[in-house]
């Protein structure tokens, strides 16, 4: 069973919909392999703006499955379906989910006397998937879960800042590969929600590190997970130590990768665990070590190793399609020679705008530029998603890295995605002067008022709490990322 989710950051999927429409002028939507026939009464969908699908509330929202209902004096349409409320405020950049405000670039309107949504953060918060068919001019929504019919499954590479967190989707067979640190697990989570039904099937964690491990926590929190691996080492930081005490906590199935059994997923694919069986100093040479194989299409997951491990271990590397990069792009975990034994047709670098240590790395970047292969960034992309049958593989993005992407610098003088919170080095909380401590009423989490969470709330659901101890009479419980 899932477990229940308190305050999350949500980060919306905002990949642009095509402005593609019809020889008639119009958009087709199918929901779940049927196509909605839109009356004119309900209005029909159009490309806004921002380039961005809109579509009449009511008919589709029904359609999806959903109760809808209209609040006009706060001119708000309302979505409800399986616990989940969607208020979408007429004319504003944001969603409301849970409460939770989700950021967009577009918004609701009302046209000719009938109120329009922007599909995909809507039905996304829904944990929708919608995909652009080209080919037939049609925005495609399946429901969150749902097996593809033509047994495709994802990688989705997650924009977790200067960190890292892959999941693996078969259907309803659910893989997490960390979670980046611990500021971003409210994300994670959220991410989540749009493809785990039920239980979180595995969870592997790379190596001890906080950009790794730190969001993991959440997920624990959220998700009753059935299997975690690690490496087996352990550390002596506060991270290491809530990530252990989850753990045990959850009594989940434990292995240590280098006796941990391959996972077979349903539709066929296997996760294998290559062992490296020497044991290393540095943490990051103890990564756990994953390739994902499903017909003829091979990802690899190296964590953080360093080539010279890699080398040391090249009997283990054979070619692959994807390669997500090791160590964020770091000149420490590319080599020749590695690069020989994988020859990767696709690599995606996880890393944060604006990081402090400079990656991706000249020496790193060029490496793999050199090879031919297609190079995507989380920092450039957002999250990334790889789907494939087996054989075909396809991405979200068409951002491909550049030399001029080396550090990860923010293009223009105005950043494009937010500020990376780095790995162990918390800031010092800002002077909260008139509100100590704010505290929301749907999740029952209290957060220091410089807390991020509070940003993403809904003033209604704000309550003012004098001290720590009156937030906890009232039986509010503290934010694990702010620590009140």
């Not at 409301?96 to 609701?108: F, I, L, S």
């Not at 402090?356 to 960034?377: I, Q, R, W």
Request: charge should be negative.
């Amino acid at each position: 069973m899932k477990k229940k989710i308190g305050l999350l950051l949500i980060a919306a999927l905002l990949i642009s919909v095509p402005n593609c429409t019809n020889a008639d002028g119009t958009t087709k939507i199918e929901i779940n392999g049927k196509q909605v026939a839109y009356t004119k009464e309900a209005g029909t969908p159009f490309v806004d703006d921002a380039g961005r699908t809109q579509v009449p509330f009511r008919q589709t929202m029904e359609t999806y499955g959903c109760t809808v209902s209209w609040d006009g004096t706060e001119q708000m349409a309302i979505a409800q379906k399986d616990g989940i409320t969607v208020e979408v405020p007429i004319g504003q950049p944001y969603i409301y989910r849970n409460g939770t405000k989700v950021e967009n670039d577009t918004a609701a309107l009302i046209q000719d006397g009938r109120t329009y949504l922007p599909i995909r953060v809507v039905l996304e918060s829904f944990g929708a998937k919608v995909q652009w068919n080209g080919n037939t001019n049609t925005v495609v929504v399946t429901s969150g879960g749902q097996t593809a019919e033509n047994g495709d499954i994802q990688v989705h590479f997650l924009d977790v800042g200067q960190g890292d967190a892959a999941l693996i989707n078969d259907g309803e067979f659910e893989i997490l590969i960390d979670a980046g640190v611990s500021a971003e697990g409210g994300k994670v989570v959220q991410y989540l929600s749009g493809y785990v039904d039920g239980d979180l099937d595995v969870v592997v964690a790379s190596h001890e590190d906080a950009d790794h491990i730190g969001g993991l926590p959440a997920v624990f929190d959220a998700y009753t997970v059935k299997e975690v691996v690690d490496n087996g080492r352990t550390s002596t930081t506060k991270t290491y130590n809530t990530y252990h005490n989850k753990v045990q906590a959850e009594g989940s199935d434990y292995a240590v990768d280098t006796t941990a059994q391959n996972i077979t997923l349903p539709s066929g694919a296997t996760l294998e665990f290559l062992p490296i069986t020497a044991v290393y100093d540095n943490a990051n040479d103890n990564s756990v070590v994953t390739m994902l194989t499903y017909g003829d299409v091979e990802v690899l997951f190296t964590g953080d190793l360093s080539a010279d491990v890699a080398d040391a271990n090249s009997g283990l590397f054979s070619d692959v399609e994807v390669l997500k990069a090791g160590h964020h792009g770091s000149r420490t975990s590319v080599s020749s020679q590695f690069l020989q034994a994988t020859k990767p047709e696709y690599v995606v670098i996880s890393a944060g705008l604006d990081n402090s240590y400079g990656h991706p790395h000249k020496e790193a970047l060029s490496a793999y530029l050199n090879t031919g292969a297609d190079v995507y960034g989380t920092f450039r992309s957002g999250d990334i998603v790889m789907t494939t049958d087996g054989q075909k593989i396809s991405f979200n993005t068409t951002d491909k890295l550049t030399l001029s992407d080396v550090g990860a610098k923010s293009k223009g003088t105005t950043p494009v995605q937010k500020p990376v919170t780095q790995p162990e080095q918390p800031s010092k909380p800002v002077a909260e002067t008139t509100v100590t401590y704010v505290g929301n009423k749907n999740s029952k989490v209290f957060h220091r008022a410089s807390c991020s969470s509070v940003s993403q709330m809904k003033d209604s659901n704000k309550v003012s709490l004098s001290s720590r101890d009156a937030a906890i009479s009232q039986g509010y419980r503290p934010c694990e990322n702010c620590q009140p």
